[in-house]
Protein backbone atom coordinates (compact mmCIF):
# COMPACT_ATOMS: atom_id res chain seq x y z
CA UNK A 1 0.00 0.00 0.00
CA UNK A 2 2.90 2.09 0.43
CA UNK A 3 4.15 1.44 -3.30
CA UNK A 4 4.18 4.04 -5.57
CA UNK A 5 1.55 3.70 -8.09
CA UNK A 6 3.90 3.17 -11.52
CA UNK A 7 3.44 1.48 -14.92
CA UNK A 8 6.61 3.38 -16.40
CA UNK A 9 8.15 5.37 -13.59
CA UNK A 10 12.32 4.92 -13.70
CA UNK A 11 13.71 6.81 -10.64
CA UNK A 12 17.65 7.86 -11.34
CA UNK A 13 19.42 8.94 -7.92
CA UNK A 14 22.43 10.62 -8.17
CA UNK A 15 25.04 12.26 -6.08
CA UNK A 16 27.05 12.31 -2.85
CA UNK A 17 25.13 10.89 0.00
CA UNK A 18 26.86 9.75 3.17
CA UNK A 19 27.09 5.13 3.53
CA UNK A 20 24.78 5.63 6.34
CA UNK A 21 22.15 7.23 4.15
CA UNK A 22 22.76 4.74 1.55
CA UNK A 23 21.99 2.32 4.25
CA UNK A 24 18.53 3.98 4.77
CA UNK A 25 17.67 4.19 1.91
CA UNK A 26 18.11 1.48 0.37
CA UNK A 27 16.09 -0.62 2.95
CA UNK A 28 13.03 1.86 1.96
CA UNK A 29 13.23 0.56 -1.57
CA UNK A 30 10.06 -2.24 -2.41
CA UNK A 31 10.49 -2.02 -6.14
CA UNK A 32 14.90 -2.14 -6.53
CA UNK A 33 13.41 -2.57 -11.03
CA UNK A 34 11.89 1.21 -11.00
CA UNK A 35 15.72 2.92 -9.28
CA UNK A 36 19.55 3.18 -10.85
CA UNK A 37 21.69 4.76 -8.84
CA UNK A 38 24.78 6.25 -8.78
CA UNK A 39 26.19 7.20 -5.68
CA UNK A 40 28.88 9.75 -5.47
CA UNK A 41 30.14 13.10 -7.02
CA UNK A 42 28.57 13.52 -9.80
CA UNK A 43 31.30 15.00 -12.54
CA UNK A 44 30.41 18.28 -14.70
CA UNK A 45 31.02 16.21 -17.82
CA UNK A 46 28.47 13.75 -16.75
CA UNK A 47 25.81 16.42 -15.43
CA UNK A 48 24.00 16.97 -18.84
CA UNK A 49 23.63 13.47 -19.51
CA UNK A 50 21.32 13.23 -16.59
CA UNK A 51 19.07 16.16 -17.47
CA UNK A 52 18.75 15.01 -21.13
CA UNK A 53 17.82 11.99 -20.38
CA UNK A 54 15.27 12.62 -18.00
CA UNK A 55 11.79 13.51 -17.91
CA UNK A 56 11.54 15.13 -15.11
CA UNK A 57 13.88 16.12 -12.35
CA UNK A 58 12.61 15.78 -8.53
CA UNK A 59 13.91 18.09 -5.71
CA UNK A 60 11.82 17.06 -2.49
CA UNK A 61 14.12 20.03 -0.35
CA UNK A 62 12.23 21.05 3.12
CA UNK A 63 13.80 24.60 2.55
CA UNK A 64 16.15 26.00 0.15
CA UNK A 65 17.42 29.31 -1.00
CA UNK A 66 18.64 28.83 -4.18
CA UNK A 67 18.96 25.13 -6.01
CA UNK A 68 21.22 25.21 -8.72
CA UNK A 69 19.60 21.71 -9.63
CA UNK A 70 16.36 23.98 -10.63
CA UNK A 71 18.22 26.47 -12.64
CA UNK A 72 20.06 23.47 -14.98
CA UNK A 73 16.63 22.07 -15.48
CA UNK A 74 15.16 25.38 -16.65
CA UNK A 75 18.28 25.53 -18.74
CA UNK A 76 17.68 21.98 -20.45
CA UNK A 77 13.72 22.41 -20.88
CA UNK A 78 13.35 19.68 -17.88
CA UNK A 79 10.16 19.88 -15.96
CA UNK A 80 10.66 19.80 -11.82
CA UNK A 81 8.58 18.34 -9.30
CA UNK A 82 9.28 20.03 -6.61
CA UNK A 83 8.58 20.49 -2.81
CA UNK A 84 5.71 23.96 -2.56
CA UNK A 85 8.32 26.36 -0.46
CA UNK A 86 9.34 29.71 -2.00
CA UNK A 87 12.02 29.04 -4.21
CA UNK A 88 10.34 26.29 -5.93
CA UNK A 89 7.00 28.28 -6.24
CA UNK A 90 8.53 31.36 -7.92
CA UNK A 91 9.58 28.22 -10.84
CA UNK A 92 7.26 25.91 -11.04
CA UNK A 93 3.85 26.59 -12.20
CA UNK A 94 1.83 23.56 -11.31
CA UNK A 95 0.80 21.25 -13.83
CA UNK A 96 1.95 24.01 -16.52
CA UNK A 97 6.13 23.40 -16.23
CA UNK A 98 6.52 20.94 -13.47
CA UNK A 99 4.37 19.70 -10.59
CA UNK A 100 4.32 21.24 -6.66
CA UNK A 101 3.61 19.05 -3.73
CA UNK A 102 2.98 20.10 -0.13
CA UNK A 103 6.49 20.45 1.52
CA UNK A 104 6.98 17.42 3.56
CA UNK A 105 4.23 15.55 2.79
CA UNK A 106 5.09 11.94 0.99
CA UNK A 107 1.49 11.08 -0.10
CA UNK A 108 1.43 13.98 -1.96
CA UNK A 109 4.78 13.61 -3.40
CA UNK A 110 3.28 10.17 -4.26
CA UNK A 111 0.21 11.57 -5.97
CA UNK A 112 2.59 13.46 -7.94
CA UNK A 113 4.69 10.61 -8.82
CA UNK A 114 1.56 8.58 -9.73
CA UNK A 115 0.31 11.32 -11.90
CA UNK A 116 3.77 11.59 -14.24
CA UNK A 117 3.64 7.12 -14.25
CA UNK A 118 0.29 7.79 -16.55
CA UNK A 119 1.62 10.95 -18.49
CA UNK A 120 1.92 10.22 -22.25
CA UNK A 121 4.92 11.13 -23.72
CA UNK A 122 3.47 14.14 -25.89
CA UNK A 123 1.92 15.43 -22.23
CA UNK A 124 5.46 15.30 -21.34
CA UNK A 125 6.55 16.82 -24.29
CA UNK A 126 3.95 19.34 -23.82
CA UNK A 127 5.63 20.22 -20.35
CA UNK A 128 9.47 20.26 -21.38
CA UNK A 129 8.16 22.90 -24.24
CA UNK A 130 6.21 24.73 -21.66
CA UNK A 131 9.92 25.19 -19.55
CA UNK A 132 11.14 26.24 -22.62
CA UNK A 133 9.03 29.19 -22.48
CA UNK A 134 9.08 29.29 -18.87
CA UNK A 135 12.80 30.02 -19.52
CA UNK A 136 12.65 32.69 -21.92
CA UNK A 137 10.25 34.17 -19.99
CA UNK A 138 12.39 33.83 -16.99
CA UNK A 139 15.68 35.16 -18.54
CA UNK A 140 13.87 38.11 -19.59
CA UNK A 141 12.42 38.91 -16.20
CA UNK A 142 16.08 37.83 -14.09
CA UNK A 143 19.46 38.53 -14.23
CA UNK A 144 20.30 34.49 -14.55
CA UNK A 145 23.78 35.72 -14.13
CA UNK A 146 23.24 36.94 -10.94
CA UNK A 147 21.41 34.04 -9.65
CA UNK A 148 24.34 31.61 -10.60
CA UNK A 149 26.73 33.88 -8.90
CA UNK A 150 24.65 33.57 -5.39
CA UNK A 151 24.52 30.03 -5.72
CA UNK A 152 27.93 29.35 -6.19
CA UNK A 153 28.80 31.90 -3.88
CA UNK A 154 26.99 30.25 -1.25
CA UNK A 155 28.22 26.33 -2.04
CA UNK A 156 31.77 27.55 -2.28
CA UNK A 157 31.88 28.70 1.34
Same mark, same amino acid.
Given at each position: ???????? @?????????????????????????? /?????????????????????? @?? *?? /?????????????????????????????? @?????????????????? *??????????????????????? /???????????????????????? @??
Amino acid at each position: SDMIPCSN @LKIVVAGAISEDDKIKYQKMIQDERI /YEFHFGFVDNADIPKYFIESDF @LI *LP /YRSATQSGPSLIAINYGLPIIASDIPTFKN @LVIDGKNGFLFKNGDVDS *LKMVLGKISQMSKSAIETMKHNQ /YSFKEEYERKTDVAQCFKVFIQQN @LN
